[in-house]
């Protein structure tokens, strides 16, 4: 997952620096009106979910019968739309998909697992204050909050979700740039680093 | 344009690939490893505790003014019939066992307290034991014994066990073992142990030992 956070920010970066070289410079910048964000997000909200697993196993009956289960958690992928409203002020919604891959084990019965696949999608509105900063770099927050849908055989559930992003940071061009934010919701609970696309 | 959004579609897929290794699924090892190992804890650790406190007890009572170091005395020698000594040592693991002789080289012991399994919880555990002493093995003050012996062990979660031996367990002494601290090797019988949830049988294992270590005691399981 390292490689591929290394990949986008490095694509963003460069990107960013070929917009920014053909801009004009001096004078105030006109921002876009529309942009669409990619995101990856670490350490999702579902990681709190996964039960304690270790190697070396207590010499108790409740641990050998009970099952134990292990959740082994993906990033969370955000595909994210602004609209700019007011130049400190943008409207938009964030789609998101999360998941995780579940084992149950026995140690019992031979050590046997059950794998088991649950996803997350979230579709949530979000408002977006800008900051207004340096051409290159701007600061930003966010909220954001709408329905989580768990797809999971036999047990689907639709409900609440939100998310917050206290503080965020977009470096780049005008057009395409690099995106870091801390955030802490049902979504993601940690950072999220992406790009964007300004048009 | 399109050169951007070739790269996002780059990205996606390289995420996607990086998701699909979580539908591994673990190991199908045949070996009921962690079962064996709890019945250890009884074979080797549970009942071989309370041999060592008997051996211990032998070495002091040779000994009058020492006998009451570990244990409390009632009656005297400790090979009277009659005399029962209890372990009284705030360190020792199964303090207040109590080791009563009940013939000639015969004793019952008695355990009902807080025992641990390696780095299990504390969990009360009792055990009554009768215990016959054979002949002395090449290490002085080492004896082979055989014994018999039930307990219970009350666990969390509901979980309870009982443990028994039908027939008598030969604990022998073979020449591989080089001190008199060296424990028992040459093991021979079965243990029963059944499995309780809330009160009902969930399981029972069975350990066969067949003159050996009890590491290579033969373990079965099912109902």
């Not at chain 1, 609209?83 to 019992?108: D, V």
Request: hydrophobic residues 40%; neutral net charge; proline residues 2%.
């Amino acid at each position: 997952m390292k490689r591929l956070a290394i990949l986008l920010s490095a694509v963003a970066l460069a990107f960013g620096a070929l917009d920014a070289s053909a801009q004009e410079t001096g004078g105030p910048v006109r921002e876009k009106r529309h942009e669409f964000n990619l995101f990856v997000g670490f350490f999702g909200a579902d990681l709190t979910m996964s039960a304690p697993y270790t190697s070396s196993v207590r010499p108790e009956l409740s641990v050998l019968y009970e099952p134990q289960v292990q959740n082994t958690v993906s990033p969370t992928i955000t595909l994210g739309y602004n609209f700019k409203l007011l130049s400190f002020l943008k409207l938009g919604g964030q789609f998101s998909y999360s998941g995780y891959y579940r084992t149950t084990t026995y140690l019992i019965d031979n050590k046997v697992t059950r794998g088991e696949r649950v996803d997350y999608l979230y579709a949530l509105p979000e408002v977006k204050f800008c900051i207004p900063g340096a051409e290159h770099f701007r600061l930003y927050a966010k909220l954001a909050a709408g329905a989580r849908f768990r797809l999971q055989e036999g047990d689907d559930l639709i409900d609440f979700a939100w998310d917050v992003t206290p503080i965020g940071f977009e470096w780049g061009g005008k057009t395409v740039y690099g995106n870091f934010e801390v955030c802490w919701g049902n979504v993601v609970k940690g950072a999220r680093l992406g790009i964007g696309y300004r048009f | 344009m399109k050169k951007y959004i070739v790269i996002l579609a780059a990205a996606l897929a390289v995420f996607s690939s990086c998701n699909k290794k979580y539908e591994a699924v673990g190991d199908q090892s045949k070996d009921n490893a962690y079962a064996r190992a709890y019945m250890m804890y009884i074979v080797d650790n549970l009942a071989t505790d309370i041999l060592n406190l008997f051996e211990d007890a032998f070495q002091v009572n040779a000994d009058v003014n020492h006998r009451t170091t570990q244990f409390d005395v009632s009656g005297g020698d400790f090979c009277t019939v009659g005399t029962v000594w209890t372990v009284n040592s705030d360190t020792n693991p199964m303090k207040g066992l109590k080791m009563e002789c009940t013939g000639e080289n015969r004793w019952t012991a008695v355990y009902n307290g807080n025992y641990k399994f390696g780095d299990s919880s504390s969990f009360p555990t009792n055990v009554s034991m009768s215990l016959e002493r054979a002949d002395e093995s090449a290490q002085k003050g080492h004896f082979n014994w055989n014994i018999r012996l039930t307990g219970e062990r009350t666990e969390n979660k509901g979980y309870t066990c009982k443990f028994r031996t039908d027939k008598d367990v030969t604990y022998g002494v073979s020449s591989r073992i080089s001190n008199s601290k060296g424990g028992w090797d040459v093991l021979t019988g079965i243990y029963f142990l059944d499995v309780m949830k809330d009160g009902k049988v969930v399981d029972y294992w069975t350990f066969e030992m067949n003159g050996s270590s009890a590491a290579n005691a033969i373990f079965s399981r099912g109902l």
